[in-house]
Antibody, heavy 121, light 108 residues
Framework: DVQLVESGGGLVQPGGSLRLSCAASGFTFSGFWMTWVRQAPGKGLEWVASVRRDGSEEDYVDAVKGRFTISRDNAKNLLFLQMNSLRVEDTAVYYC??????????????WGQGTLVTVSS | SYVLTQPPSVSVAPGQTARITCGGDNIGTKSVHWYQQKPGQAPVLVVYDDSARPSGIPGRFSGSNSGNTAALTISRVEAGDEADYYCQVWDSNSDHHVFGIGTKVTVL
């Protein structure tokens, strides 16, 4: 069975950093784009970033560009999101999701349970 | 940037049909995907590539996409279908995933 398990969330002060991880199992991790999506409390889904199968391409929502970095370790089946210069508005549940096998991203067919990031002083 | 427009809420009686729309400029030229999210849970893909269903999703869920409007139709609505529903596309012009704001489906 496909499983995605996020970790690394927590409480951090504005301006601080966190590194989220997503452990993948049950599928050929290196064959899929991978994506982070977040959801602020009481709000809708917001795409954060996606990374190509081999890590050679990264795409970001404008709100996090220059502050967040998505990466992956295909040897260890791990997806990461390095979050720097965190802001109060980054407070959200962060989901890891399996994306497309195709040349471009597509649908998100499996999701993790999410990890909560709270940015507050 | 590309924008997807959804109604904030839809109400439907049990056994009836719910139709949730997702508007976008020439959305008919894009692949549209739909997610169901229940409170406290992660989203679940219910329709992909406009009208395909993942395994395990009931046939009561169907999708369509043409012109400037895509739609998710839930037939014979059940109490367990009460949830938020989001449409999503990949916008190749901006290299961004785009989500609609979500539609809360209430079963009366």
């Amino acid at each position: 069975d496909v499983q995605l398990v996020e970790s690394g969330g927590g409480l951090v002060q504005p301006g601080g950093s966190l590194r989220l991880s997503c452990a993948a199992s049950g599928f050929t991790f290196s064959g899929f784009w991978m994506t982070w999506v977040r959801q602020a409390p009481g709000k809708g889904l917001e795409w954060v970033a996606s990374v190509r199968r081999d890590g050679s391409e990264e795409d970001y929502v404008d709100a996090v560009k220059g502050r967040f970095t998505i990466s992956r370790d295909n040897a260890k089946n791990l997806l990461f999101l390095q979050m720097n210069s965190l802001r109060v508005e980054d407070t959200a549940v962060y989901y890891c999701a399996r994306d497309s096998v195709a040349a471009r991203p597509g649908n998100l067919d499996y999701w993790g349970q999410g990890t909560l990031v709270t940015v507050s002083s | 940037s590309y924008v997807l427009t959804q109604p904030p809420s839809v109400s439907v009686a049990p056994g009836q049909t719910a139709r949730i729309t997702c508007g976008g400029d020439n959305i008919g030229t894009k692949s549209v995907h739909w997610y169901q999210q229940k409170p406290g849970q992660a989203p679940v893909l219910v329709v992909y590539d406009d009208s395909a269903r993942p395994s395990g999703i009931p046939g009561r869920f169907s999708g369509s996409n043409s012109g400037n409007t895509a739609a998710l139709t839930i037939s014979r609505v059940e109490a367990g279908d009460e949830a938020d529903y989001y449409c999503q596309v990949w916008d190749s012009n901006s290299d961004h995933h785009v989500f609609g704001i979500g539609t809360k489906v209430t079963v009366l």
